[in-house]
């Protein structure tokens, strides 16, 4: 029988199939994820899973304890949303670079959510509509939003509805508190916040999948400190770059990796403000990071 995974723990997972929801056991060495589609024996006495299925996507980055060894975060989701808080955490926009490669590595679109917007001064808000018309041009959709107040949240809804998503950031952000309030019917859980710090509790303790009666199906993620990317090739980095794609055309070698290259029409657009600095000064970081 068919099933979807829902959780994973050590040594289980909770699935759901045609009819209902089991824990079921699972193989010890084969890694399995959320949103991981499974053959499952027996659901009614003994449940286990049998054989996973090939991912049609993942989002995966390497773990931290472990960093030749790929940590898969979901498997088989269209969107991956990355979340960003405007402040408390403080917006970080190399971070926001890195998902979006490791979404498009991985298979995945990408839908940018910039959330506590009702924190924001006026002053604020001007300055992040300089960074977002950088992304904008780059073909990358960022939406300003506030779990608090609503404000944004039915672009975002729109994006979403139909299609498997999964919800990943920075811990704190407010990804919890967007699945709750973009999906008020999930039931997802949402931590309060710590009154000895005022700061947003490490509140998401596992990955977990919500399925609405529409079809649509959110994973809600813990908050990571750092994400790393995995697996990708030096040589294909500029790939996940679409914003790059334009100026490729003035570059003397094909196989230009625009960073020490004598004519490199990546690098000349950077230099003359048609592609966004920020945004190729991180390319050259992640490269250089690459080896
Ligand atoms: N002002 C403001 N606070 C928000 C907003 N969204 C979330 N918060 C608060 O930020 C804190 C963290 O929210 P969570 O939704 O738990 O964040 P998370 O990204 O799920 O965090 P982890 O599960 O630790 O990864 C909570 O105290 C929320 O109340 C928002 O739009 N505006
Ligand atoms: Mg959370
Ligand atoms: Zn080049």
New binding site residues.
Partial sequence: MRATVLRVFPGSCQVHFEGGEALARRPPLEPVTVGDQVWLGDPATAPRVLAIQPRRTVLSRPDPHDPGRELLIAANVDVVVV?LAVK?PPFHPRLLDRYLVAAGRGGAEAVVCL?????ATADERLALADTLGEYAQAGISVHPC????GEGLEAIRERITGRVCVFA?H????????VAALLPESGAR????SPAHGK?????TGSELYALADGTRVI?T??VRSFGLWAVDARALGWYFPDFDAHRGGCRFSDCTHSHEPRCGVREAARAGALSAARYDTYLRILASLG
């Fill in positions: 979340v408390n959330n506590k917007l009702d924190l506030s779990a608090e107040t950031g811990s704190g952000v407010g990804k919890s508190s967007l949402v931590g309060a916040v947003g509790r490490h509140t998401t809600d813990p908050g």
